[in-house]
């Protein structure tokens, strides 16, 4: 039977460069089945990167949105801002294996791409596959607690 991914809630954001990537996206999570809480931007115009990964990661932080997905010029300055919020491990995936594995071993909940960096079909297969694999838990589920245990030592909570 297919995952029931109607109660998932996927934000997603992006600045100006991200912003006609992150209009596909939308499609593409509908067409998969997840509600989709678009946090911006609403155009090409230029704006500034962090307004909106800090939306998505608040929504994820706050558990809001189960995952996040972020699209700016590079992947890099999103994840970069999203990884200062407590609870959110996003990872910035211009290819295929990381946006697998960062699920698998590191249970990544926000992923970054960006749209200046690979084409649209690759960065819509990446996403496909950030969104449909599991965290494996086993011996990453350790691996994932001492990260936690790192993020209580030297962050504040929200
Ligand atoms: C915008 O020009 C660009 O700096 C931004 O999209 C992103 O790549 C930052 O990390």
């Given at each position: 039977?297919?995952?029931?991914?109607?109660?998932?809630?996927?934000?997603?954001?992006?600045?100006?460069?991200?912003?006609?990537?992150?209009?596909?996206?939308?499609?593409?999570?509908?067409?998969?089945?997840?509600?989709?809480s678009?946090?911006?931007?609403?155009?090409?115009?230029?704006?500034?990167?962090?307004?909106?990964?800090?939306?998505?990661?608040?929504?994820?932080?706050?558990?809001?949105?189960g995952?996040?997905?972020?699209?700016?010029?590079?992947?890099?300055?999103?994840?970069?801002?999203?990884?200062?919020?407590?609870?959110v491990?996003?990872?910035?995936?211009?290819?295929?294996?990381?946006?697998?594995?960062?699920?698998?071993?590191?249970?990544?909940?926000?992923?970054?791409?960006?749209?200046?960096?690979?084409?649209?079909?690759?960065?819509?297969?990446?996403?496909?596959?950030?969104?449909?694999?599991?965290?494996?838990?086993?011996r990453?589920?350790?691996?994932?607690?001492?990260?936690k245990?790192?993020?209580?030592?030297?962050?504040?909570?929200?």
């Amino acid at each position: 039977m297919a995952p029931d991914r109607s109660q998932e809630t996927v934000a997603v954001g992006s600045d100006h460069a991200g912003y006609l990537l992150k209009e596909r996206f939308k499609k593409e999570l509908e067409s998969m089945g997840y509600r989709v809480s678009d946090m911006g931007t609403d155009s090409e115009e230029s704006c500034d990167y962090p307004d909106f990964a800090l939306a998505v990661a608040h929504a994820v932080s706050r558990g809001e949105a189960g995952r996040g997905v972020l699209i700016c010029g590079t992947g890099a300055g999103m994840a970069m801002v999203a990884n200062k919020v407590p609870g959110v491990r996003a990872v910035a995936a211009n290819e295929p294996y990381t946006a697998e594995y960062c699920r698998r071993h590191n249970d990544a909940n926000i992923l970054t791409v960006g749209s200046r960096v690979i084409g649209e079909d690759d960065a819509l297969e990446i996403m496909r596959i950030f969104m449909s694999t599991d965290f494996e838990a086993g011996r990453h589920a350790a691996r994932l607690d001492k990260m936690k245990d790192a993020e209580r030592a030297h962050m504040k909570e929200c």
